[in-house]
């Protein structure tokens, strides 16, 4: 269900070629396959990060996800909603419903606030230059 629904995002955004992995034991095989194609992954975090990093790093893909721990283990870069203000949001929410408010009668919210890091050592690693113009975006550039 998960793939196909992102499979369909993928499409109406006009990202291609999009490729879904649904077995670990397929991904070393499909970075290979990959490292011929595209110019960069970008990933859900179904599998563990330190896998994707190190295949990125074997076959020279740039990788992103929405983990911040992704770039600091030495994977590309990270894009993620605010974790800390996130929380601090759920706090209100929490507070609301112990005080008897109805779940129901509160609206979601979409993230408002976002974080990009980049490893710039990890660009240098896979051969890569990041533009200074992406840099100076970036919450954090990890050296």
């Known amino acids: 269900?998960?793939?196909?629904?992102?499979?369909?995002?993928?499409?109406?955004?006009g990202v291609s070629p999009i490729t879904v992995v649904q077995r670990i034991d397929d991904l070393d095989a499909t970075f290979a396959k990959l490292a011929t194609?595209?110019?960069?992954?970008?990933?859900?975090?179904?599998?563990?990060?330190?896998?994707i990093m190190e295949l990125g790093l074997k076959y020279r893909l740039p990788t992103a996800t929405a983990l911040r721990a992704y770039a600091e283990i030495g994977g590309l870069m990270a894009y993620q909603a605010d974790t800390h203000l996130l929380f601090r949001?759920?706090?209100?929410?929490?507070?609301?419903?112990?005080?008897?408010?109805?779940?129901?009668?509160?609206?979601?919210?979409?993230?408002?606030?976002?974080?990009?890091?980049?490893?710039?050592?990890?660009?240098?690693?896979?051969?890569?230059?990041?533009?200074?113009?992406?840099?100076?975006?970036?919450d954090e550039v990890i050296e």
Request: positive net charge; without cysteine.
């Open 89 to 138: 949001r759920a706090a209100t929410f929490v507070h609301k419903i112990m005080r008897g408010e109805s779940p129901a009668d509160m609206p979601v919210e979409q993230p408002t606030k976002f974080t990009l890091v980049i490893n710039i050592r990890t660009a240098r690693t896979i051969g890569i230059s990041v533009p200074e113009s992406f840099l100076l975006r970036a």
């Open 1 to 13: 269900m998960l793939a196909k629904s992102l499979l369909e995002e993928a499409r109406t955004a």
């Open 37 to 51: 194609e595209v110019d960069a992954v970008v990933f859900q975090a179904s599998f563990p990060s330190a896998l």
